[in-house]
């Protein structure tokens, strides 16, 4: 059977706006903003699991007791020889005990399922996987109410099939409220070659590769985990059936620190919800090789984000697809060396808090739709920025706006966006559209980057655009927009914390805005702004308002000195 996510039929559309007139929409039918592109659904198998695999009875369960050197097996289906438990028939067995080297080993042709209860379990072993499971229908391993159990293994002969210390050929699938230890000295922690399934435990993962791999998929439907990975911390990897490759979380809590991806989706990684803590490449504050990866959440096809809480840093991108990303609510707190957002093809954005405190860029796409949220992005490059690809500058080499692209575009139709960039604040190697929403840049100082900076359109039809920075690249939505506009070029350049005000000719503020970063260029677009009508331009002064990100919101503006008086004479007036 398929499972077909469809995410955009399900989400609800958020829109945010601190000021009355944001949600003004200037758009007619005529001029009407043509919609973002679709992103695709994904196929993805349903997983092999159904309500039998977590209710049967333990009554008569064979009893396998470790004994430190050896074992007493007690009941039908498993015997002890040379180190080893084999259990050869499907059933149900309960394991206890301290083994101080030997494995347990599941090998039977039969069609109904092994179930394991770990049941204050340790094993260890020097030869192998402490658990490899070599054939089975499906292995359901219970980890026992109130019990700690541990799995050690050894480092073995790298042509040994078995790479992790729990390890299974086939379906696997992990239950129960206990603990489980898992101590990996070879390669993996706990690995499926099919699928793997978790609902519920406690897992603490120590592995100089991988901490949990399922090759078809992994499924967790609740737990705990604190992951110790040299190579990536979660893992999906099959790239040749359609349909396999994903990772689905319902819930959880995941502390992951990984040499190389946090969580890594051959196809598509979704999650529905959960508490995410995630450490990558050693953090934002290192830098990775040009074929490495250190990405926090990662998905060959598509990343869906429905809900939870995110702090992830990372020495790559914290989030990544190479296709797709929707994110529909959660909390995230990213801080990275490259790309905080970034999908090869197109990122949407629906609702959420995001803040970004450190980023190279910070979300990057060939096409970004933001329609609600709110959004905080730091970036030492460009903060929102959409190019097809075809530039290779930055670390990541997915590169910025170095010439116009037909296929490149950025629509903004509501959220609040607030903008914090070492180089251009909305940067589009193509075409940008705002219909709705709030976005405040306090762009670039330097002149070879702009507050906005665009190839080829800027269509405004609503919503309320502040822009400051340089002067030597500045920008303004253009001819083709229906809301107004204004740019105003200074003389000179002010000072970080230097206000500028607004004004109709009757003394009605229009804007009241205090910026964070030295600033020659000053853009606005307001739903107020009436052709014909009259403005003064202050700069100076104070405000008795409350700051929102430089906007102030309520009090009165005051000591400024006027700059220019002005008259709205086109759709974008600059001077």
Known sequence: MLILFNMNNKISVILFAFLAFSCHDSTTSENEIEPSPDIPDVEMESPNETEGDYNWDDSGATNIILKESTVEVTGDGAVFANKTVTIEKAGTYNISGSWADGQIVVDTEDADNVNLILNEAEINTSVSSAISILNAEKVVLKLAEGTENSLTDGVYDEEEDNNGALFSKTDLLIFGTGKLTVNANYKDGIVSKDGLV????VFEINAPDDG??????IVVHNGHFVIQAGGDGLKSDNDEDEGFGYISIDAGTFDVTAGADGFQAETVLLIEDGDFDLNTG???????????????????AKLIVNQGTFKIDGADDALHSNQYIVVNDGEFDLSTADDAIHADEAVEINGGNIVINKSYEGLESRVLTINGGHIWVTSSDDALNVTDGTSTDGPGGFGGANGGSANAFMYIKGGYIVVNSGGDGLDANGSIEMSDGTVLVHGPSRSGNGALDYDNSFKMTGGFLVAVGSAGMAQQPDESSTQYSVLAN???????????????????DVITFQSLKNFQSIVVSSPTFTNGGSYKLYLGGTSSGNSSDG?????????????????????STHF
């Open 212 to 217: 949990i791999r399922g090759k078809d998929y």
């Open 490 to 508: 200074l003389s000179r350049s002010q000072e970080a914390g230097t206000f500028f005000n607004i004004k109709t000719s009757g003394g009605e």
């Open 551 to 571: 906007l102030f919101l309520d009090g009165s503006y005051s000591g400024g000195t006027e700059y220019k008086s002005f008259t709205i004479s086109s759709v």
């Open 198 to 201: 978790i609902e519920n435990g």
């Open 282 to 300: 050693g953090g934002s504050a290192q830098t990775i090789e040009d074929e490495s990866s250190a990405k926090g959440l990662k998905a060959g």
